[in-house]
């Protein structure tokens, strides 16, 4: 029989994790139920975060968005500084699920399940995101590019809970767009997901790129282009990275080639809607 724990802070939890065995952080609760009801998450601590009104918090400086762990996705859907400072990041968090999860799920236990699958993370990378985890000893920051490490494997450590995510605001001028396919159903996992922000640094157009469910982890590309370019070659530029860096994984939504062909679709929809978009200086 598993016991929960309640601290009434941050710095608590993470004095539990470091004295508990094999202690787990409870935040929303959405995955870890599926988990445990498929038997295949077993621990006798559940370190309960739903009672520390700080980790809620989302808060602005003129530069970021910086967003407590146990916020609701939804929140990050709908929330006004979201949708004005860093407006791909609230396109993804819209299109996890459907709201009832949406309403549960936090970004911090998001982001801890480390699915290669997810939405949020492709659009994360993409605003170069940074991740604050907690221990006994301290806090320290981790860059969600580096994030996520392997299949399902993050950079937190078994004392560690993530304590905030700070995400810089999107650059002047700069557009961004979130695309998702899914092949068994609207509400289901990604079958293939790409973020793209374009962002104007002078004469050209640093395109960023984030990509779903195409890798063992999610990927962040990156390539410019110039002034010589038409919207046809900067597409096919998009493409080609792409193309180098996709290592799609065969299960029930799809083989490896059906995935990595939506995956360039997804690719060329988000880079084409942001290049007709993006404002010069």
């Known amino acids: 029989m598993s016991r929960v724990h309640r601290p009434a802070s941050a710095e608590e939890a993470a004095e539990m994790l470091a004295v508990l065995d094999d202690a787990m952080v409870y935040g929303g609760g959405t995955a870890i139920q599926i988990l445990l009801k498929q038997g295949l998450l077993f621990t006798e601590h559940f370190v309960d975060l739903t009672g520390i ?7 602005a400086t003129d530069d970021a968005v910086t967003v407590g762990p146990m916020t609701s996705l939804r929140r990050m859907e709908t929330d006004p500084l979201v949708r004005r400072m860093v407006p791909v990041a609230a396109q993804a968090y819209a299109k996890v699920a459907n709201p009832r999860v949406r309403n549960t799920a936090s970004v911090g236990g998001n982001l801890a399940h480390g699915d290669y699958r997810l939405d949020p993370p492709t659009a994360l990378v993409v605003l170069d995101a940074v991740v604050s985890v907690t221990s006994a000893q301290g806090t320290r920051e981790v860059s969600i590019r580096e994030f996520f490490v ?5 950079a937190v450590r078994r004392d560690e809970l993530i304590t905030g ?5 999107q650059p002047a001028g700069a557009v961004g767009a979130y695309r998702k396919i899914s092949s068994l159903s609207v509400n289901d996992w990604p079958c293939a997901s790409a973020a793209a922000l374009a962002v104007p640094v002078g004469d050209e157009i640093e395109v960023r790129l984030g990509l779903g469910a195409l890798a063992p982890t999610t990927l962040y590309l990156a390539f410019d282009v110039t002034p010589d370019m038409d919207e046809q070659q900067a597409v096919q530029a998009a493409l080609d990275i792409a193309d180098s860096a996709m290592e799609p994984i065969a299960d029930v939504r799809g083989g490896v080639g059906y995935k990595a062909h939506l995956g360039r679709v997804a690719v060329e929809d988000a880079v084409r809607h942001t290049l007709k978009e993006v404002v010069h200086d």
């Open 53 to 59: 009104p700080c980790l809620r918090e989302v808060a």
């Open 165 to 169: 995510i700070r995400i810089p605001r």
């Open 150 to 154: 392997d299949f399902q494997q993050t």
